[in-house]
């Protein structure tokens, strides 16, 4: 049985309310909170990055896996926000976890599709006998321009998965991919902000993508969406998994344990596998999980996992994500948020 | 910091990896040479606990340029569970969540960029449980 022996979360404790942001400016609150279903985002503290947030996740993975760190063969990062352009984010993780030198490490980048790439990388390793095991990780701490909607979902958590073939926590039952060259939204080498297609990132980006990808991994493993206890889509904001949630037959309460991006945000790599963790959390043994995400430029991976007896023991050793999204929060203004974020032009 | 430095650092920045006395069977941190209780050279490796309790603290509110924009923070020095002290930034809170015997946990941050285009310092601090 090839599946994940372990996984883990974090999400910073800094937040902003959707309220704070409309209100700079100068939109209606109520407006944008409906359109979107967003309440508020997790924010990065200032010393907080992909790098860091990559680490406790990691480390909560590591809590709920019975296995010696220096087992782990392969690290594979997910991010847009890698904290370098030149020098991996992988060797810094590994190197706080001390499974450093006998690893192979890479970075992936695929818009908000590269946490499960490297998912999808790491089973791959484990299936082919390369590694005992492999750790994925999605994590982001992304930026959206000043007063542009992405403003309102743009943010920073993580998740990172172990995968393996002993102590399996939920099993590989099938993967499928779907990808075509699609400009939705892009960001070019030195801007700082990056630019999407408005009206364009949905039915012919997002929508294609995830329900192109959902409709063939349902006819490849010959299942039904009633055949699923949940389903989690990736979360731009909080219709749109909602929406293909519904155009793919599944129903809302399947949705809803993942669906965490009304208190999260998106938090890109991390916005997918974070609500997979999160349900996770909940999930019984026997259980039936569909995740598929959705990268602009644009692709999607799905993934089905059945969740083994074993979930059981190894849940309550690190922290849930509902339990992170809910455990006293620091909100910060308009001001304080464009501080922590870089926003502001400073003297050198 | 200079980037050799730094690098060579990396274990007791990271992991918290410290020297027990072979000898004496203390604990220093930052790893030693020498047994700075009874002189003895040998060590093993260990790693230090990511709880403790803070012992003493204070509030910064006229920071190196590195940290101004941070101001005021905290800056406290915390017992770890195997008895030896670290000093630390004790962040995600206000100066005044602080308090003498309040547990904290370890977590990995960014210490500091090196300027606009050198590496970026990675370390420990501590968050209140
Ligand atoms: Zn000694």
Known sequence: MIGIVGYGSYLPRFRIRADDIARQWGRDPETVKRGLLLKEKTVPGPDEDTITISVEAARNALKRADIEPGEIGSLYIGSESHPYAVKPSGTVVAEVLGITPEVHIADYEFACKAGTEAMFVAYSQVKAELVKYAMAIGADTSQGAPGDALEFSASAGGSAFIFGREKVIAEVIDTYSYATDTADFWRREGAFYPLHGGRFTGAPAYFKHILGAGRAILKKSNLKPEDFKYAVFHMPNGKFPLSAGKRLGFKREQLEPGWIVPTMGNTYSGSSPTGFSATLDIAKPGDLILLVSFGSGAGSDAFIFKVTERIEQVRDRAQKVQEMLSREPIYLDYGQYAKFRGKIIMNE | ?129
């Open chain 2, 1 to 129: 910091m200079p980037t050799p430095r730094y690098t060579r650092e990396i274990p007791q920045r990271y992991r918290l990896e410290a020297n027990k006395c072979k000898n004496c069977g203390r604990i220093s941190f930052p790893p030693r040479q020498i047994c700075p209780h009874c002189g003895g050279r040998n060590f093993e490796r260990t790693r230090l606990s990511d709880q403790g309790k803070i012992v003493t603290f204070t509030t910064i509110r006229v920071a190196p340029t590195q940290y101004s924009s941070q101001v005021p923070y905290s800056i406290a020095i915390v017992e770890l569970n195997e008895g030896v002290r670290i000093t630390t930034q004790v962040v995600d809170c206000k100066p005044e969540d602080l308090g003498v015997g309040k547990p904290v946990k370890i977590v990995f941050r960014k210490m500091y960029p090196e300027g606009k285009t050198g590496i970026i310092c990675y370390g420990y601090k501590a968050v209140l449980v």
